[in-house]
């Protein structure tokens, strides 16, 4: 699977921005995604992660009732909207493919098989 992240920008702290996740070469419907970001000097880290049809989803706590993550298989592509950003949310954000083997969503970094280049988000205060 290949994957294009898109959708990075400069955006002030309370404002919002969607990124975008294009995936080709295999069927899209197979894989549960993820989000992860790596904010500068630090490790990357897991944001959110949606199961192969879309109907589980999962964040980690910095990300609940701001972050969305959703897909849209017919378009191969995952999204992150993100909401009410904050300084802290300054990162590379980079999506991530496994291929569904059961139902449980990873957000573990080694469970993933695939990833993208990642897109920058800087939020200014």
């Known amino acids: 699977v290949q994957l294009q992240a898109s959708g990075g920008g400069l955006v002030q702290a309370g404002g919002s921005l969607r990124l975008s996740c294009a995936a080709s070469?295999?069927?899209?419907?197979?894989?549960?995604m993820g989000w992860f970001r790596q904010a500068p000097g630090k490790e990357r880290e897991f944001v959110a992660a949606i199961s192969s049809n879309g109907g589980r989803t999962y964040y980690t706590d910095s990300a609940k009732g701001r972050f969305t993550i959703s897909r849209d298989n017919a378009k191969n592509t995952v999204y992150l909207q993100m909401n009410s950003l904050k300084p802290e949310d300054t990162a590379v954000y980079s999506c991530?493919?496994?291929?569904?083997?059961?139902?449980?969503?990873?957000?573990?970094?080694?469970?993933?098989?695939?990833w993208g280049q990642g897109t920058l988000v800087t939020v200014s205060s």
């Open positions: 070469g295999r069927t899209f419907s197979n894989y549960h």
């Open positions: 991530a493919a496994v291929y569904t083997s059961s139902g449980y969503l990873p957000a573990r970094q080694p469970q993933y098989d695939y």
